[in-house]
């Protein structure tokens, strides 16, 4: 049942990718050189429903919810490779797939190097394990925690901010 929902929740995101067309090249060069705020606002809408679904399922007692475990170290490199391979392809991993449903076939170089990728990392996970992780480690950190408040105050401060910059972003034209 977990796979069937996976699919179907995988499939309408698709759906929503294509629809909001963030999966256009134009779009992605746009959000990079920050001239098209389409991405921003699609991912930060799917970070709130994420959000509130997450954390109401998890008050509801339907799943356990915790946050992983901070390491400065694999958040810079691995948020560094994820920027250089978006710039230097124009997608992300997701985009990029979702562009080859659409019939967008230069995108499969970018996905081989996706899985290749993949693949090295699994080889030298070991080695990030014991080198990496370490290196800036603050353990399970959530911002409601570091707040000392309720997490649904946070996701409302989080709806305001998104609504205000929604706002800017359409006076803007972007």
Not at 6 to 34: N, S
Not at 74 to 92: D, M, S
Not at 138 to 158: D, T
Request: with cysteine.
């Amino acid at each position: 049942m977990t796979l069937i929902m996976g699919l179907v929740t995988g499939i309408f995101f698709g759906i929503l990718l294509q629809q909001a067309e963030v999966l256009r090249f134009e779009r992605q060069v746009g959000a990079m050189r920050l001239r098209d705020m389409t991405i921003v606002k699609f991912m930060l809408s799917t970070i709130i429903v994420g959000a509130i679904g997450i954390h109401l399922l998890a008050d509801l007692g339907m799943i356990s919810f915790a946050p992983r475990a901070l390491s400065l170290g694999l958040q810079t490199v691995g948020g560094l490779l994820f920027g250089v391979g978006w710039a230097l392809i124009g997608y992300c991993p997701g985009t990029s797939v979702g562009a080859l449903g659409e019939g967008r076939y230069h995108v499969i170089w970018p996905i081989i190097g996706m899985l290749l990728g993949g693949l090295i990392f699994a080889f030298i996970y070991p080695l990030v394990q014991t080198h990496l992780r370490p290196l800036g480690s603050y353990g399970a950190l959530s911002l409601p925690a570091l707040l000392g408040v309720n997490h649904w105050l946070v996701i409302g401060g989080l709806v305001v901010v998104a609504l205000l910059l929604f706002s800017f972003f359409e006076r803007k034209g972007l």
